[in-house]
């Protein structure tokens, strides 16, 4: 089956460590981004990438990073600088450019990585 | 920045009632995007409006385009208990250009609870 898929489901860490997210897609999108979630709050974009090797920041870039490898892959690591990294993180993809269904606008979401930094 | 507000914040009915809820941009927008998250998931697209005064229906659900392009609305027919979730709006941001690159707005979104 297609889809985006996001390990591990849960996560705990210690202060001050840093912590890599995982994100892999098989539905041979070109576009891919990570979301932040807070409790009772929407979702605020914090990067993405339109093409392998190439990736921008979104509204709330500080205290992360992110690679792209792979056209597959977009691993977000959530580094010691992020004040306040408690939060569930949503990776999603989309076709890109030229493409049918939506281009950038139709996103599929996986299913989420929820993050607790103790 | 853009901004999206949806409206209810919440909204608590009886199986079987319709529901309606709204969103609004404080700018044009050419697309209206749908979702709906179940609790500890992702979200999941539900319709796509890509032109102004488009009616668009999934089952159940029928999704609107304003006219003025800046807003967009939901309704649900019949409500079921698994039509519980959180509802959001989202709409693609602009680059200084105004071309859109993926960078979708999300509004805070309207928390569905449906009572059997």
């Known amino acids: 089956d297609g889809g985006i898929t996001q390990s591990p489901k849960y996560l705990f860490r210690k202060e001050g460590q840093n912590v890599t997210l995982s994100c892999e897609q098989n539905l041979n999108h070109d576009a891919m981004y990570w979301y932040r979630q807070d409790p009772g709050q929407g979702l605020r974009l914090i990067y993405y990438?339109?093409?392998?090797?190439?990736?921008q920041k979104g509204d709330i870039a500080e205290g992360y990073s992110v690679s792209r490898e792979k056209k597959e892959s977009f691993p977000l690591t959530v580094t010691s600088a992020q004040k306040n990294p408690t939060a569930f993180y949503l990776c999603?993809?989309?076709?890109?450019?030229?493409?049918?269904?939506?281009?950038?606008?139709?996103?599929?979401f996986g299913p989420g990585t929820r993050l607790t930094v103790l | 920045g853009q901004q999206l507000n949806q409206s209810p914040q919440s909204m608590f009915i009886q199986e079987g009632e319709d529901v309606s809820m709204n969103c609004t941009s404080s700018s044009i927008f050419n697309t209206w995007l749908w979702y709906k998250q179940d609790p500890g998931e992702g979200p999941v697209l539900l319709i796509a409006l890509y032109k102004a005064g488009e009616l668009t229906s999934n089952g159940r659900l029928t999704a609107q385009f304003g006219i003025t392009r800046k807003d967009s609305f939901l309704n649900i027919s019949a409500s079921i208990p698994s039509d519980v979730g959180i509802y959001f709006c989202a709409g693609p941001g602009s680059n200084a250009g105004g071309t859109s690159y993926g960078k979708l707005t999300f509004g805070q979104g309207t928390i569905l609870t449906v009572h059997p």
């Open positions: 999603a993809s989309s076709p890109g450019p030229g493409r049918l269904a939506g281009g950038y606008n139709e996103q599929f």
């Open positions: 990438s339109q093409i392998v090797n190439d990736f």
